[in-house]
């Protein structure tokens, strides 16, 4: 006979602690500070690679698509204490969620766990969650890498967000162990209902969509436009050239 067990209603486990919860009005008066200040930095993620680059304190960052669909995974530091303090994936969906919202925090790991950056603005907002469950920027997934690629295809490879990113990286004298779990960034991901296994769908980004960030500590940035494109081809077959695209980075710097 097959066990069964009382049934309780969910409780959500962290439920959000103040310095998770920012004030809308405050965050919109950086953002506008910001904005009319001075363009500090403007730089192209070219498809298929990753750039790294440093923010100040109350610097924002806008992620754009100058071309057409494309997702980007994207990891921080500390810029001052880069070996130890980076972003932290999981304590992040743990306080907020799998898929980050606008006016939620980047957060980093122990023992620190301070916000490293506020997400501001996200021109795809009104996509929400699908009736799969599926939605946007998570927290869930990791990034690819040549490492999975070969369990699934038997093939070596060297183009990856993982092999991307630490290329990028040792530029600051950062190595593949300082590659971490990501922000994904204009990808729809999810969960089966069913089997509660991770699923892609092809971004709904277009060219002109973006994403913008504030540092709420002076950062390292790197970010790497993933050669599975938008994500409408599985991992392991073939994605053509056509469907990979740059990315566009901005730093606005308050006066
Ligand atoms: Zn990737």
């Known amino acids: 006979m097959k066990r069964t067990f009382e049934y309780f209603p969910p409780t959500i486990c962290y439920d959000k602690p103040a310095v998770a919860v920012v004030s809308k009005e405050e ?6 500070r910001a904005l009319q200040g001075t363009l500090a930095l403007e730089l192209i993620v070219p498809k298929k690679s990753a750039k790294v680059w440093s923010m100040q304190r109350g610097d924002l ?3 754009s698509l100058p071309e057409g669909s494309q ?8 810029l001052e204490n880069p070996r130890k303090e980076r972003f932290f994936s999981g304590k992040t969906r743990q306080i907020h969620s799998t898929h980050l919202k606008t006016y939620d925090r980047l957060w980093s790991c122990f023992p620190y766990l301070r916000p490293m950056a506020t997400f501001v603005k996200d021109s795809l907002e009104d996509y929400g969650i699908d009736r ?3 939605s946007l ?4 997934g990791t990034r690819c890498d040549d490492y999975i690629y070969k369990l699934i295809t038997g093939e070596d490879r060297v183009g990856s967000c993982h092999s991307y990113l630490t290329a990028a990286v040792k530029e600051y004298g950062l190595s593949e162990e300082d590659v971490h779990d990501t ?3 204009f990808m729809c991901t999810g969960f089966t209902r ?7 769908k092809p971004s709904p980004a277009r060219k002109g969509d973006f ?7 002076n950062l390292l940035v790197a970010l790497s436009a993933c050669p599975q494109g938008d994500v409408s081809i599985q991992v392991g077959q073939k994605v053509p050239d056509e469907k990979c695209f740059p990315l566009k980075v901005e730093v606005f710097r308050p006066n």
């Open 61 to 63: 960052c806008r992620v």
């Open 27 to 32: 965050c919109d008066t950086r953002r506008a």
């Open 137 to 140: 920027h998570d927290v869930a």
């Open 183 to 185: 922000w994904n960034i």
């Open 211 to 217: 994403i913008e960030f504030i540092a709420d500590m």
């Open 132 to 134: 799969d469950g599926g």
């Open 71 to 78: 997702v980007g995974d994207l990891n921080l530091w500390n």
């Open 194 to 200: 069913d089997t509660q296994q991770y699923f892609c």
